[in-house]
T-cell receptor, first 113, second 110 residues
Framework: SQTIHQWPATLVQPVGSPLSLECTVEGTSNPNLYWYRQAAGRGLQLLFYSVGIGQISSEVPQNLSASRPQDRQFILSSKKLLLSDSGFYLC????????????FGPGTRLLVL | QKEVEQNSGPLSVPEGAIASLNCTYSDRGSQSFFWYRQYSGKSPELIMFIYSNGDKEDGRFTAQLNKASQYVSLLIRDSQPSDSATYLCALDTGRRALTFGSGTRLQVQP
């Protein structure tokens, strides 16, 4: 069966510091991978998605970036965090196709102070 | 107009009752519809998906889709306190990723 991991689970970072969040998927090949952010009490906002190694599409221009160095690894980064970057970051995977279903990892809760 | 609209709640139902959660959407091109359950502090968990008009049942859960009226609903029969969570409606508009509503908070009273 497929499993999706995210780490760290929680993170407290000062404004202006760098960020690296990692997501890995097991039990599937060539998944579509997604980064979402959920602000407190709000819906999920898509940040990035990837259909393959090195292929990244950005949905929201901001100070975040994403990379996919391996088939089942997706990384979210920032060079300088802003207060507004605080939130719950969720990685999801999907098998692709016209009726794709997405499954979420456990998430990383980020607090920028 | 938001792409996906949900009443934020809380929707309060007694244990054993039927909980009815509704979602309306604006994009008529939407093809796939999903319901996720999210417990406080946890990530969303997929509980149902539906692609065709009509009803789809899975255990105590029934998803209903009406594309002509642009709504999708989730019925939870025999509601249990463990069903208390936020329920997120999501749809695939063909733009690769899902579009989510803000969720409806359900409270099941023992």
């Amino acid at each position: 069966s497929q499993t999706i991991h995210q780490w760290p689970a929680t993170l407290v970072q000062p404004v202006g510091s760098p960020l690296s969040l990692e997501c890995t998927v097991e039990g599937t090949s060539n998944p579509n991978l997604y980064w979402y952010r959920q602000a407190a009490g709000r819906g999920l906002q898509l940040l990035f998605y990837s259909v393959g190694i090195g292929q990244i599409s950005s949905e929201v221009p901001q100070n975040l970036s994403a990379s996919r160095p391996q088939d089942r690894q997706f990384i979210l980064s920032s060079k300088k965090l802003l207060l507004s970057d605080s939130g719950f970051y969720l990685c999801a995977w999907g098998s692709g196709g016209a009726e794709e279903t997405q499954y979420f990892g456990p998430g990383t809760r980020l607090l920028v102070l | 107009q938001k792409e996906v609209e949900q009443n934020s709640g809380p929707l309060s139902v007694p244990e054993g009752a039927i909980a009815s959660l509704n979602c309306t959407y604006s994009d008529r091109g939407s093809q796939s519809f999903f319901w996720y359950r999210q417990y406080s502090g946890k990530s969303p968990e997929l509980i149902m998906f539906i692609y065709s008009n009509g009803d789809k049942e899975d255990g105590r859960f029934t998803a209903q889709l009406n594309k002509a009226s642009q709504y999708v609903s989730l019925l939870i029969r025999d509601s249990q306190p463990s069903d208390s969570a936020t329920y997120l409606c999501a749809l695939d508009t063909g733009r690769r990723a899902l579009t989510f509503g803000s969720g409806t908070r359900l409270q099941v009273q023992p």
